[in-house]
């Protein structure tokens, strides 16, 4: 059986030389790349193709878990963070498994034997095929999200967002710097935006409240609303109720 | 209620004057108005003030078994015209049996005494409601003056439990960070490892007993920086640069302890550990006027999202100096370009003021 490959992506060259050591004379696995921060980790990842990732969680500009929203055919990963808090989210993106840092190699080496278990069983549910489902997997609300334009990545920040447009199984972001196609479903984002700076006016539609136009709130219904933008918004009945009572 | 002796001695003093005057008086009205005779004149005034002077330091318990705070108004004051009808004719009778039995005196006397019995139940009324009246006074007021004590001692704990509640704690992150980085040396670079070992255990030190202090010299948070920056340095190797601009005649001037750390961590954390690029992180330390200035400033990435949690420990510190110097806004913080700024001012002492 020939070896499987890994690679590790990790802003702290401390926490790589740990991974990197432990996979030395590695029977089973392969390492064969290094990332020191999210964007190369998505290049190598997309490039390679590796088995495995180990995967920090906290890393400048793009987290673990924002990185791999942005990779179509994620493989199977490991996270390695000294935080314990992320544990949940990491179960619920079907993380293989979970390394609080420091770690033995003992611990180390259990997680690799579930990856190896998990790739040769082939089960489908291993894999990190749920990362695009509508969990709201955090009791924090979403500050940034990140996207890919054209082999770009651009982290949007939610404060210059001014509103949400569901297009089929994707969902077009509107911010001050243009508009970024994001992979998700306007449930997830409904549920981890915070409700109190964005509100569902209709199916396809989510705006952020300091984008709309003074809205007549003495009227019994209306179609649309006015962003401040110039844009005019479908907004269905339901919207408008829950439009109405927010703005009372 | 637990009263000193002096101040239960001060009162029982005060009540026996009392009394004696009110003899004095009593002695006054049968001897040189009502033309008694001075021996019965002197046992009718001995008598009847010496026995109410034994029944009136009872009156205490009435008043401590009916608070004003429990009883209705007009059950206080059935429930005392009760007590007066009835101690009033016990002290009468009382006084009788002993001036008609113990004395002889002229039948003449005893009719005086038969005739103004229904004048000295009226006066033993009296007595009664205005002892009664001083005691609910007295009580009002003692209760009135511990409140005001407890209130400010309150007051006090309040102050030291925000004061300890705004206190720096070790971030568990950083131990378990900084924990990984060691356990990564032991095997690349063993001596290093040590090295960081030891920082790591003085930093902790210094940090656990700097907390049982209120304020320590400059020099000492200055020494516990570097020792925390020294650490963070072997995490993120060139990602930073420390530079320390101190003048001297700073350095003995007492500020509260830890006061600097959180400023550190926060540049750490949004300047270092969310930029690509390598941050320098200044510290700047001079006197104007009646402050001692303490500016800590570090560039940072101006794309990188600002993560929540940002001014928790500056809101801290705000408190804190707050708190202990009682003056606002010794604490600013600015945003310039790429540039964040923190300035820290601390009121000097008279001695350290140019």
Known sequence: MSKLTTIIVDDEKLGRDIVRNYLKNHEKLELIGECGNGFEGIEKINELKPDLVFLDIQMPKLSGFEMLELIDDPPLIIFTTAFDQYAIKAFEVNATDYLLKPFSKDRFNGAVEKAIKSLNSGKENAKLNNLLTDTKYSKEYLERIAVKQSNKINIVPTDEIEYFEAQDDYVMIYSEKGKFLKKKTMKFFEENLNPDDFLRIHRSYIVKFDQLENVDISANESNTVNLKNGQTLPVSKSGYAKLKERLN | ?354
């Open chain 2, 1 to 354: 209620m637990h009263k000193s002796d002096s101040v239960v001695k001060g009162n029982v003093l005060i009540y026996l004057l009392v009394w004696t005057a009110l003899f004095f008086i009593h002695f006054t009205i049968v001897y040189f108005e009502l033309g008694l005779s001075i021996e019965s004149a002197l046992a009718d005034s001995f008598v009847f003030n010496i026995m109410y002077v034994l029944i009136g330091a009872s009156f205490w318990y009435p008043v401590k078994y009916m608070s004003i705070d429990i009883y209705s108004t007009p059950r206080l004051i059935m429930n005392h015209l009760a007590a007066a009808a009835i101690t009033t004719g016990l002290w009468l009778v009382a006084c009788y049996f002993i001036l008609t039995s113990v004395f002889e005196f002229q039948q003449e006397y005893y009719d005086f005494l038969l005739s103004s019995l229904i004048w000295r139940y009226a006066i033993g009324i009296l007595f009664y409601v205005v002892i009664v009246s001083l005691i609910y006074v007295y009580v009002t007021y003692s209760d009135y003056k511990e409140k005001e004590l407890n209130e400010s001692n309150l007051k006090v704990l309040v102050k030291e439990a925000e004061l300890k509640s705004l206190k720096y704690q070790i971030n568990p992150h950083f131990i378990f960070n900084s924990l990984n980085s060691i356990s990564s040396l032991t095997m690349s670079n063993p001596e290093r490892a040590q090295e960081m070992t030891i920082k790591l255990s003085e930093f902790m030190r210094a940090t656990v007993s700097k907390n049982e202090m209120q304020k320590a010299p400059l020099r000492e948070e200055i020494k516990n920086a570097r020792l925390y920056l020294d650490i963070e340095k072997v995490r993120f190797e060139d990602k930073f640069e420390y530079i320390e601009n101190v003048i001297e005649a700073c350095e003995n001037i007492k500020v509260p302890s830890m006061i600097l750390q959180p400023v550190f961590e926060n540049a750490i954390k949004h300047g270092v550990y969310e930029s690509i690029e390598q941050v320098n992180i200044i510290l700047t330390c001079s006197k104007e006027a009646e402050y001692l200035k303490i500016t800590v400033e570090n560039n940072f990435d101006p794309d990188a999202v600002p993560r929540k949690g940002e001014g928790i420990g500056l809101q801290n510190i705000k408190n804190r100096l707050k708190l202990i110097y009682n003056q606002e806004n010794l604490i600013t913080y600015s945003k310039d370009g790429t540039i964040f700024k923190v300035n820290i001012f601390i009121p000097l002492e008279k001695e350290n003021v140019l």
